[in-house]
């Protein structure tokens, strides 16, 4: 029987992120995903796509991936202290941007809906701002997938590494905050299970 993986945000990990997809053993007829920030914070974020180009693993957009597209898009005068940094940290940041320019904003398997951030309850995909799908928390200072569902679909998720692992029947949280010294979560649906590793040191300071 052929599995799907889910890996939650990497931010940069990349030796983590080889030690989870070595622990799940994937086989050649296994998919992985991803749920978007593979870059930006961590210690490498061109191996780690170089590593997700060569294991075909497939990655929804991130709100840090969209920031870089930004602050590509402006001319060096306009860049924030904040763009400055984040271009400076990922090394190539041209290259990098191509790869990253192609992640799409969801993608729905049939039975599983992989997007970066969450749902607007109330909304379909197509009628959802582009900023919400890579960024929603809170709805009416409530958690999102506390108020919605999408079509029988599970849905998977990452983006809020302050909540830590969600897992409720409808939805999977997997930002369990990597790059802060905490742990890179993956999970497998056929088997119902999560895989975790240990970050190798804190390489950000946690933010809300």
């Known amino acids: 029987m052929s599995r799907s993986f889910f890996i939650g945000d990497v931010h940069g990990c990349v030796e983590e992120l080889a030690e989870l997809v070595e622990k799940f053993s994937p086989s050649a007829s296994d998919d992985i995903y991803q749920t978007g920030d593979l870059i930006n914070k961590g210690p490498d974020t061109v191996a780690t796509l170089k590593f997700i180009q060569g294991h075909n693993i497939k990655c929804v957009m991130g709100n840090h991936e ?10 060096e005068t306009e860049l924030t202290p904040k763009e400055l940094k984040l271009l400076a940290s990922v090394k190539d940041p041209e290259w990098v941007a191509g ?50 569902t999408f079509e029988g679909r599970l849905v998977i998720f990452g983006h809020w590494a302050i909540n830590g692992l969600i897992d409720f029947p409808h939805a999977k949280g997997l930002d369990t905050g990597c790059v802060y010294g905490k742990l890179l979560t993956g999970y497998c649906p056929e088997e119902n299970k999560f895989y975790h590793v240990a970050a190798k040191k804190v390489y950000s300071n946690i933010k809300v």
């Open 66 to 75: 969209a920031k870089l597209l930004l602050a590509l898009d402006k001319h």
């Open 99 to 148: 790869v990253v320019s192609k992640f799409p904003l969801w993608m729905d398997t049939g039975k599983i809906l992989l997007l970066h951030a969450g749902l607007e309850p109330g909304k379909n995909l197509e009628e959802m701002e582009r900023k919400k799908i890579l960024s929603i928390r809170l709805w009416n200072e409530k958690p999102w997938y506390e108020q919605t």
